[in-house]
DNA sequence: TCCGTGACGCGAT
DNA sequence: CATCGCGCCACGG
């Protein structure tokens, strides 16, 4: 699956990956299937999307951004597949989807530290 | 063709 | 925590 395929192919293929019992961001979508900074392109192809497990599609934090009836069914299909929440949030801490051969820590910035003398 | 709109993210402040 | 600014890009008017 490459990016010539269409963006919203590799995308929703992406989205697919997503096991039962696990949720990704939509940044993390994005990065995954090689268009980091693409958040919003993932919310587009969730439109157009139909047999996909949208539901496993968070915002940042493990936040369901999606208003109204259709963020409190998410809510519930999500609990239907075990995934525990914490007030509004999914824990991500336990639930979110470790992406195959993807560097899960960004690299430490190197904090300024103060010298002595 | 330009422009606003999205279930947005992230680092900096 | 909250806010800002910028990046992202297909689509419809």
Redesign the pocket.
């Known amino acids: 699956m490459v990016p010539s395929d269409g963006?919203?192919a590799v995308i929703r293929a992406t989205i697919r990956k997503i096991p039962r019992g696990k949720v990704a961001?939509?940044?993390?979508v994005?990065?995954a299937a090689g268009?980091p900074?693409?958040?919003?392109?993932?919310?587009?192809a969730?439109?157009g999307?139909r047999g996909l497990p949208?539901?496993r599609?968070?915002?940042?934090g493990g936040k369901i951004?999606?208003?109204g009836v259709?963020g409190a069914e998410?809510r519930l299909l999500l609990q239907g597949e075990g995934v525990a929440f914490i007030g509004l949030r999914v824990n991500m801490k336990l639930h979110r989807y470790a992406w195959p051969g993807l560097r899960k820590n960004?690299p430490k910035?190197q904090k300024k530290l103060k010298m002595s003398s």
């Open positions: 963006m919203f961001t939509y940044g993390d994005a990065y268009f900074g693409a958040a919003r392109q993932v919310v587009w969730l439109h999307s949208w539901q599609v968070l915002g940042a951004l999606l208003p259709k998410q960004k910035p």
